[in-house]
């Protein structure tokens, strides 16, 4: 079965840290990848995705992420966060095929000290 | 753009009563829906995928006779949570499909007594 891991289940930080969060996945076929991110009471929003072409994928609010095929990765970086970034991060893989189901991660919690 | 909508956003009720949760897109039209369930401190659970004009298809575990999903058009799909028990208490949110990509709705927090 098709699955998502998120090994970071809690991560804090100090504004200005550089971020990466792990994302790995488990599935042998062509896959598009997604990061979402909740903020405190508010709802998912997609921060940046991967279909195909530059494994290197920008998002929105400075964020990036990388592809590495090989690894069956996908993790999310910023080189300097803020306090703003506090937020639940979410990996999401979608496999392919006519149902367009994503199989989503357990989520990391990133706290932003000030 | 891209925007998908939920109504109500929260709602309490009495246990044996059903609820109805609209999910709409509300500058595109969407084929597909989802219904996913979100537990505290966890990850989204999808329970059922809605396509419009046909029945929607439920994930391995999720009773279709009391989650009722009906999409009845291109923007609006709806959740119907029949005779609601206490243990259907949680985070209900919906997503929109458009060119493979979701778009999520704010969510409805229910809450049955």
């Known amino acids: 079965a098709q699955s998502v891991s998120q090994h970071n289940h809690h991560v804090i930080l100090s504004e200005a840290a550089s971020l990466e969060l792990g994302c790995n996945y488990s599935?042998?076929?062509?896959?598009?990848l997604f990061w979402y991110v909740q903020y405190p009471g508010q709802h998912l929003q997609l921060l940046l995705k991967?279909?195909?072409?530059?494994?290197l994928v920008k998002g929105i609010k400075g964020f990036e992420a990388e592809f590495i095929k090989s690894k069956f990765s996908f993790n999310l970086r910023k080189p300097s966060v803020q306090w703003s970034d506090t937020a639940e991060y979410f990996c999401?893989?979608?496999?392919?095929?006519?149902?367009?189901?994503?199989?989503f991660g357990t989520g990391t919690l990133l706290a932003v000290q000030p | 753009g891209a925007v998908v909508s939920q109504h109500p956003s929260r709602v309490i009720c009495k246990s044996g009563t059903s609820v109805k949760i609209e999910c709409r897109s509300l500058?595109?039209?969407?084929?597909?829906m989802f219904w996913y369930r979100q537990f505290p401190k966890q990850s989204l659970m999808l329970m059922a995928t809605?396509?419009?004009?046909?029945?929607?298809?439920?994930e391995q575990g999720v009773e279709k006779d009391k989650f009722l999903i009906n999409h009845a058009s291109l923007t609006l799909s709806t959740l119907t949570v029949t005779s609601a028990h206490p243990e259907d208490s949680s985070f209900y949110i919906c997503?929109?499909?458009?060119?493979?990509?979701?778009?999520f709705g704010p969510g409805t927090r229910l809450l049955v007594l």
């Open positions: 997503s929109a499909s458009a060119q493979e990509t979701q778009y």
């Open positions: 599935y042998g076929g062509t896959v598009n």
């Open positions: 991967y279909f195909s072409g530059d494994p």
């Open positions: 999401a893989v979608m496999s392919g095929g006519a149902t367009n189901k994503l199989i």
């Open positions: 500058d595109f039209q969407a084929t597909t």
């Open positions: 809605s396509n419009e004009g046909s029945k929607a298809t439920y």
